[in-house]
């Protein structure tokens, strides 16, 4: 793998100039521009193979010749796209086999974005044909800083190619048909298989009801696409190895385990697109700073912010502009969680296709004195004067569990809340009551190189499936002094999405001082309470999960129904360390108090020492403490101590204000 070590904060975005051939005039006005903007990288090439390779095997790259020398001699660093995010139409017509099938195992026609099958030998052939062709001729350009592997990888492709690869995968996965049978208990519906050949893709057409299949499908299309990316990241370095490579990841996507993804490329980016303004800032910023936190946790390295928009997006039922001062507070909350970028979908805005109305930082006018622009300008004139934070980086002592595998696995269990168990929107919440103290999380998940030993806390929502013996590194977790929160409905599954056999938590009710017996689903009318200690009464809705043999001390227990007076929610000493269980869903208030509990017991340091007002956080990156307001008003702050704001070097002591969608970036004096 290539380090990555950006000199300066990469500033910029997706830039189309193929759009604009036939406008000479466009190239040199963007470039003064983004002189204008602080702009220093650019996106190029995303969807340019139509262009670079007009017919099989002929390339063109004079077109880009000139638009690369020109960013190059304006100072613009230039990362460079392989394009197949989307094939020529040639391409299709030629090899039909690269389009995908669908879920009816219907063959797809041409268009659109990522309508291709990575399966298809083809495919990977021109694909690999293409990025050989793009690294020979710019590979050693010293313009181009950093490849960009296709773009936003999704989707699933049900063709005879993929279901003759996903055979091959399980017949190295089982070895034989009647492991196979025996792990994914073919037994039930009289679904046994005896020859290879009867197994296809999972699909409503045809077999949808057997969750182990399901998981194996998912682990298999996750596999073809890490290799993909991986044979477009050794054709581009295979020719000059020392340019690092991303790809471009989304938020809550659930098609692919983005940390086995994550494997093949030397630096993580993602796209971020918030609701902002839809009514609860302040859960839209926990939203994503926890998205943040798991792009930074993946290769427990800094990440990219690859895009964002600079004013609102198209294709959300409500585009909403972003308010003043919210460009500036999102993209900065960003750089306190660990980017070293702030780029921008896109750079202008096109004449025509389907994102002619997405926002830009360049609109149809061409104009430099818009708000948006002027937002835009702000933020790289910010990104300039905080040079020493580049290096800075984001030690979390604390982290929470969030696994794809685990998330597949919940998402079709018929139990419980049927296809509402919530388990992304649970760690969330976890991670938001973490947020809201101040205290920085890393995000990860149950692959074997997960090591739990550099954090105090370890907080296990909804670990409905236990991997690769995780119950075991829980339990030597705690026993070396750790403090673990686990919560109901954990270790019933293992990784084949078998139950376990005995008590659950599987392996860890020993360490939890009780088992879990049954689990209630609460009608959406119903509620129930757990009292706490104090006399603290917490809500409680939709999951009760009832325990048995409790040894552990006590915490909360149900105020309501016939387990009235049972526990809910308990600690208990194991080893060096502490065990919390939380046995119900409680409203994310009443989670800030069980939180407040548990961190009290550890040496989780707070990046704020004073309280703060609500909608007001404190994050820390190295010596620097972001302070963002996303509360919708204007906030006095309390100070203990004299800091330097390094934005605009005033010292801030005692007391400030913090305006609405304000952020100060503070560092001790």
Sequence with gaps: MVKYEPEVFLHGGDYNPDQWLDYPEILEKDIALMQQAHVNAVSLGIFSWALLEKEEGVYDFSWMDRIVERLTEAGIGIILATPSGARPAWLAQKYPEVLRCNERFVRQHFGRRHNHCLTSPVYREKVRAMDTALAQHYGRHTGVKLWHI???????????????????????????????????????????????????????????????????????ETEQCRSFIAMERDAVQSVNPDIPVTINLMEGFLDYDYFALQEAVDVVSWDSYPEWGSGDDVATAASTAFYHDLMRSMKSQPFLLMESTPSQVNWKPHNKLKRPGMHMLASLQSVAHGSQSVLMFQWRKGRGGAEAFHGAVVSHDGRSDTRVFRDVEAVGETLQKIPEILSATVKARACVIYDYENRWALEGVEAAQKGHMQYLETVMSMHRALWEKGVSVDVRDMREETDLSDYSLVVAPLLFMFRNGFEDKLRVFVEKGGTLLMTYFSGIVDGDRLTFLGDAPHGLTEVLGLRAEEIDALYPQDQNTCVLSDGTCCTVRELCEIPRDVTAQVIGRYGNDFYAGLPCLTVHSYGKGRAWYLGAKLSQTDLMRVMERVCGETDLAAAWNTPLPYGVIASRRGDYVFLQNFSGREQKIECSGTFRDIVNGQCVTDTCMLPVNGIMILKKA
């Design 150 to 220: 296709g773009n936003e990888f999704g989707g699933y492709c049900y063709c005879p190619l993929c279901a003759d690869a996903f055979r091959e995968f399980l017949k190295e996965k089982y070895g034989t048909l009647d492991a196979l049978n025996a792990r994914w208990w073919t037994g039930f519906w009289s679904q046994r298989y005896t020859a290879w050949a009867q197994i296809e893709p999972p699909s409503s057409e045809g077999q949808d009801s057997n969750p182990s299949m399901m998981l194996d499908w998912r682990r298999f």
